[in-house]
């Protein structure tokens, strides 16, 4: 049996790190424990964290804001666990998640491992429609959380874990923001270790509650990963630049009405025909049918937001300079 310390990064999220906490209270597992970094929030949730006290084995950090990249560090360097384990504060950890993982751990020896996520029965409908389009076969979300992933199986920051060999041999993240999370997980792959999918081992994650939000939050997954293959050239797939061809060719098509009518209308048939996909397949995961028609909405948003993050920054000043935000 493993012991693990989960470190989560909240940056003025309390009523998020009430409903988390939680849920890691009703874990079957308990060898565990909690490390809360305030990064440099305004309003804090420590007197929440301390409510916490009988319920969890929990520490709470403040510390002035470095970004999540770098709150994480400060939490390994205080972490006590053998693995450590990484969730964003907009998580809800299900009853088995560390029973699961610990019984994995057991019979697989990995470097690092990941989870899906998922939607929970509580969220609103737009959580559930975003959640859909994270998660989908028909956009860049169907690459993360699946056996079918493309290439080495890359954890990512909301649901994450490392052995604390990893974290010696890495010393964590070299970016606090833009990919810390890819950058960090091609760095472990390419230091030798594996790294594996524990498919049963998902979060609920709520991600953004309004569309404006969620675009931004594309926008700047785009931007991420143009600035990490400045890091490691190659790393930029053919499948990653999707969202691009899709952008494009979505503008492209607008175009047409201009000077081209049966170009027009072959576009419009092929984007009906792909969000017809969208819905039908959404209707299947989902069982909803308000979910299924806001799922085309969130799967647009996703696909076109991410597009535009990668042509910008693509196009942007810094060429092929690293952006190593803080």
């Given at each position: 049996m493993n012991f693990y310390s989960v470190v989560i990064p909240v940056y003025n999220r309390p009523d998020e790190v009430r409903e988390l906490l939680e849920s890691l209270a009703s874990q079957t597992f308990k060898h565990f424990e909690v490390l809360i970094i305030e990064d440099g929030s305004k309003d804090s949730c420590e007197e929440i964290v301390n409510s916490f006290k009988t319920a969890l084995d929990i520490h709470y950090y403040f510390k002035e804001n470095s970004g999540q990249g770098f709150t994480r560090n400060y939490g390994f360097e205080?972490?006590?666990?053998?693995?450590?384990?990484?969730?964003?504060?907009?998580?809800?950890?299900?009853?088995?998640?560390?029973?699961?993982?610990?019984?994995?751990?057991?019979?697989?020896?990995?470097?690092?491992?990941?989870?899906?996520?998922a939607a929970?029965?509580?969220?609103?409908?737009?959580?559930?429609?975003?959640?859909?389009?994270?998660?989908?076969?028909?956009?860049?979300?169907?690459?993360?959380?699946?056996?079918?992933?493309?290439?080495?199986?890359?954890p990512r920051s909301f649901n994450m874990g490392i052995s604390r060999d990893v974290y010696e041999a890495t010393k964590g993240y070299k970016l606090t923001r833009m990919g810390e999370d890819i950058?960090?997980?091609?760095?472990?792959?390419?230091?030798?270790?594996?790294?594996?999918?524990?498919?049963?081992?998902?979060?609920?994650?709520?991600?953004?509650?309004?569309?404006?939000?969620?675009?931004?939050?594309?926008?700047?997954?785009?931007?991420?990963?143009?600035?990490?293959?400045?890091?490691?050239?190659?790393?930029?797939?053919?499948?990653?630049?999707?969202?691009?061809?899709?952008?494009?060719?979505?503008?492209?098509?607008?175009?047409?009405?201009?000077?081209?009518?049966?170009?027009?209308?072959?576009?419009?048939?092929?984007?009906?025909?792909?969000?017809?996909?969208i819905l039908v397949h959404s209707l299947m995961k989902t069982k909803s049918l308000k979910v299924g028609v806001i799922s085309l909405l969130t799967s647009f948003v996703q696909l076109f937001a991410y597009g535009m993050g990668l042509i910008s920054e693509k196009l942007s000043p810094r060429g092929n300079q690293p952006f190593a935000q803080k």
């Open positions: 205080r972490a006590k666990g053998d693995y450590f384990i990484v969730f964003d504060s907009d998580c809800l950890i299900p009853p088995s998640y560390f029973e699961t993982v610990d019984q994995f751990l057991i019979n697989n020896s990995v470097g690092a491992f990941g989870g899906p996520d929970h029965n509580s969220f609103t409908t737009l959580q559930k429609a975003i959640s859909y389009s994270m998660t989908s076969p028909f956009t860049t979300g169907g690459i993360r959380g699946n056996k079918k992933h493309v290439g080495k199986f890359h950058e960090f997980s091609i760095r472990v792959i390419n230091s030798g270790f594996s790294t594996a999918l524990i498919e049963d081992a998902f979060v609920y994650h709520k991600r953004r509650t309004s569309i404006s939000q969620f675009y931004k939050q594309l926008h700047f997954f785009g931007r991420a990963r143009i600035n990490v293959n400045r890091f490691f050239p190659g790393e930029l797939k053919t499948v990653h630049l999707l969202p691009a061809f899709f952008t494009l060719g979505f503008l492209g098509w607008l175009t047409t009405m201009l000077w081209n009518e049966d170009l027009f209308r072959l576009g419009s048939a092929v984007l009906s025909a792909f969000f017809l996909l």
